[in-house]
Nanobody
Framework: QVQLVESGGGLVQPGGSLRLSCAAS????????MGWYRQAPGKQRELVAR???????TYADSVKGRFTIDRDNAKNTVHLQMNSLKPEDTAVYYC?????????WGQGTQVTVSS
């Protein structure tokens, strides 16, 4: 089992930046992918960015060039640097860890982009 704890959400003005962090604990050896998803009110949860154990990254088209995901395997953490934030980035952001045959989710952290 893998436990995930997110931090770093909050309120920011349009054009601002936030950095989300996710700390993983438990059976970490099995994790392949780690990533961030988000869910806005009335919408489905969607992939924002993910990174493999080897460092390969995938981004949603809506965040390419603005968000960067990075992973510290030694510290069992994954981060999401979010720049040039827009109101449409407002959502609850969830950390995800995936392995063969399973996945785990964090509790979510609210990101609100508003003036």
């Amino acid at each position: 089992q893998v436990q995930l704890v997110e931090s770093g959400g909050g309120l920011v003005q349009p054009g601002g930046s936030l950095r989300l962090s996710c700390a993983a604990s438990g059976s970490l050896f099995s994790i392949n992918l780690m990533g961030w998803y988000r869910q806005a009110p009335g919408k489905q949860r969607e992939l924002v960015a993910r990174i493999s154990s080897g460092g390969s990254t995938t981004y949603a088209d809506s965040v390419k060039g603005r968000f960067t995901i990075d992973r510290d395997n030694a510290k069992n953490t994954v981060h999401l640097q979010m720049n040039s934030l827009k109101p449409e980035d407002t959502a609850v952001y969830y950390c995800n860890a995936a392995w063969r045959g399973g996945a785990s989710w964090g509790q979510g952290t609210q990101v609100t982009v508003s003036s």
